[in-house]
């Protein structure tokens, strides 16, 4: 394996979908590495989910071929993905927390099921992580997100906002390489939008974790590109150089129409991308 | 036309999936034992008032008509023998299910028809866990122990309503009654009494399972999966008592 495949977390191969006639994902091409930044625009129905639930297996691409950490992960079996996804964490659109759960469980659920991650995690041989370590875990984790007076709260009696951050805690309590957020900032005020997005920089910069954002606001993708997490100052600041670690994709149809730098998508001429670009 | 069949060929083919895989999973760990206790709690205990209350009044009714009719002919003492063979064979299994399928097909569909809208299958997929495993199989080993376990209620309460309309209103004897009725019982009808609720068990829990993991279109969608479900569920109920009545006939 060359040095470009060992650390690519994601590619997908001329990947297309459809629903009846409805292409989702119509020939959609992309590579990103460990510790990148994608930033996905594009209307509702775009395919923007699409290409999320398709990069771990929750839906089968009907032609293309999708690698998720240098594995063809295409035509696997659902009980072999379950091993493949202990490395990705997702946030869903529409928060896909377990209602019949409190916060605390909603948290500690992947540490409990993931057998892969249990096994990973076993110290010394004497079995998997123990009560208290999961508790320990997931108060942390939920202190991340500045939750963790929580725990005991069902998500219907928290915000919106709250959920998100609760979303966001379960996503990344098994510290995944990568992440996958869809719409973390739809439908919220703006104060908690940017909460929320100083938070996925917060996860990034300090485990170098690679993500995917799906959002409809230029805003989340212009901080994610524009600045970093100091972990000595706990402070969100303006990053000196980028490079090429944030890009920027925007999907019409199930096509994927732009990929680029924040400067490059700036500069676009195209009048459906130039939609997405506000100052 | 061709779509109609060609729609109902396919849902037909995932019932086979899905019930496959969820009888496969009985035997697979992991064992959600916690979850089946649940919905044995949920379906079983849950059902009980309405089933006794049906299971008695349907006694009732049965006593009340063939009464009238038997007494006819003279020949109302058989009250005992009508009402144990149809409440065992038919009335029982039949009714039982019917309202099981009223209360908890149309539970099991909404409850997994709202998790897959608000992403809660999905999640629990990308988490690590079948949701066939976790949420399909211990509602189908919970009905499958429940609903005999409820018609046989209903079968008693159902004899004890046809007992007091004998005794009351026909001049039978209460021994009289329940001797005529427990020997005109065979195995044959008992065997046939339970085998229909096991079967019942598994079209209401697949049933359910199935459109609720096909709900698509937010909450209108669930409201669509639970009605459909429940009239599916009932259909498959008649069609299977027709199928079986007739290897016992």
């Known amino acids: 394996m060359d040095e470009t495949a060992t650390s690519e977390v994601l590619r997908f191969k001329d990947v297309s979908l459809r629903f009846d006639e409805t292409p989702a994902l119509d020939h959609v091409s992309f590579a990103m590495n460990a510790g990148e930044t994608r930033v996905v625009f594009g209307a509702a129905g775009s395919g923007k989910t699409m290409m999320l639930k398709t990069a771990v297996g929750l839906e089968k691409p009907d032609s293309g071929r999708v690698i998720l950490f240098g594995e063809d992960v295409t035509d696997f079996q659902e009980s072999a993905l379950f091993k493949i996804r202990a490395k990705v964490g997702i946030l869903f659109q529409e928060g896909g927390l377990f209602d019949s759960m409190n916060i605390a469980d909603n948290v500690a659920y992947p540490l409990l099921n993931q057998q892969v991650l249990n096994q990973r995690t076993r110290r010394n041989g004497d079995g998997p992580l123990s009560e208290a370590d999961i508790d320990a875990k997931v108060l942390q984790t939920l202190n991340f997100v500045e939750l963790g007076s929580t725990l005991q709260k069902y998500p219907s009696e928290v915000s919106g906002g709250m959920r998100r951050r609760v ?79 944030t890009k920027f994709f925007v999907m019409n149809e199930g096509r994927l129409v732009f990929e680029g730098t924040e400067t490059e998508l700036r500069a676009s001429q195209d009048v459906y991308v130039r939609k997405f670009v506000k100052y | ?131 066939i495993q976790k949420l399909v199989t211990p509602r189908l080993i919970a009905l499958m122990v429940v609903l005999p376990l409820l018609t046989i209620i209903a079968d008693f309460i159902g004899l004890i309503g046809g007992a007091l309309i004998s005794v009351g209103l026909l001049n039978i004897t209460w021994s009289f009654y329940w001797s005529s009725a427990w020997r ?45 479900a429940v009239v599916v569920s009932s259909i498959w109920i008649f069609v299977i008592t027709s199928f079986i009545d007739p290897l016992f006939f």
Not at chain 2, 5 to 30: C, D, H, V
Not at chain 2, 208 to 225: D, E, F, H, I, P
Request: charged residues 15%; contains cysteine.
């Open chain 1, 167 to 245: 979303g966001i805690a379960r996503a990344v309590v098994t510290e995944p390489p990568l992440v996958l957020y869809d719409s973390p900032t739809a439908g919220l005020d703006p104060i908690t939008a940017n909460l929320i997005i100083h938070l996925l920089i917060k996860e990034r910069d300090s485990r170098n974790t690679a993500a995917i954002l799906v959002t409809h606001r230029y805003q989340d993708g212009h901080l994610m590109a524009n600045f970093r997490y100091n972990p000595d100052s706990g402070q969100i600041e303006p990053a000196v150089a980028d490079g090429v670690k």
């Open chain 2, 1 to 131: 036309m061709l779509d109609f069949l060609k729609s109902w060929i396919e849902t037909f083919q995932e019932f086979l999936f899905l019930a496959a895989r969820a009888f496969r999973n009985i035997f697979r760990s992991p064992h959600y034992a916690d979850d089946i206790f649940i919905q044995m709690d949920v379906i079983g205990v849950g059902s009980l008032p309405i089933v006794i209350l049906i299971g008695f009044f349907s006694g009732i009714i049965m006593g009340l008509q063939m009464g009238r009719a038997l007494t006819t002919y003279g020949a109302q003492e058989q009250i005992g023998q009508i009402v144990a063979i149809s409440l065992v064979r038919e009335f029982g299994p039949v009714l039982t299910a019917l309202l099981v399928a009223g209360r908890n097909a149309s539970g099991i569909a909404s409850e997994i028809g709202s998790m897959k809208v608000t992403e809660q299958i999905d999640a629990m997929r990308a988490l690590g866990t079948d949701p």
């Open chain 2, 184 to 228: 005109a019982l065979i195995y044959q009808d008992l065997f046939q009494g339970l085998l229909k609720p096991f079967l019942f068990a598994i079209i209401i829990s697949l049933v359910g399972c199935l459109y609720g993991m096909r709900t698509t279109g937010g909450t209108q969608g669930v409201g669509r999966a639970t009605t459909q």
